[in-house]
């Protein structure tokens, strides 16, 4: 009895470790062949999104763009994020080079409005690729990447 006892506290603390194990739910899974032409079984667990960088090249316009637009009740952030977009729209690009914007705003009874123009480069990504060992160079401060 004094054994039972003496062991009971053991059990119980092993019993309480081993029951707390994660449960890893497989939410679809599918079969690779490897190079030796067997199967690999590879199970996706609903843990997160897994990123991995991509590259692209630019392809910028020679000549800087200007353009002006006027917004109704837009303050001065949500006016330069608003003609950012429509610069993006009217040039048909996907992206904006040096940026500069010059902002008016101006408060009436009726309301506020801001006045925005927008200069830059449209530029369009060209060859978007996942990134690989030899785009390092491209990236002095991020040479050690895990990926």
Known sequence: MKKIILFSPLLLMALLMSSCA?????????SVKTQKGDYQKMN???KGVYQFPQVADLEIAQQRVKLSFTYENALSEEARK?????FI???KCDVVVEPLLYVTT????????????ISGYPANYRN?????????IFFKHYSN???
């Not at 608003?82 to 429509?86: E, N, R």
């Not at 101006?106 to 123009?117: F, H, I, K």
């Open 82 to 86: 608003l003609a950012k977009g429509d």
């Open 22 to 30: 994660a449960i890893e739910e497989v939410v679809d899974s599918f």
């Open 89 to 91: 729209k009217s040039q």
């Open 128 to 136: 978007v690729r996942n990134y690989q060992l030899a785009d390092s």
């Open 145 to 147: 990447m895990p990926w």
């Open 44 to 46: 996706f667990t609903p």
């Open 106 to 117: 101006t408060t009436t009874e009726s309301g506020t409005t801001s006045s925005v123009t």
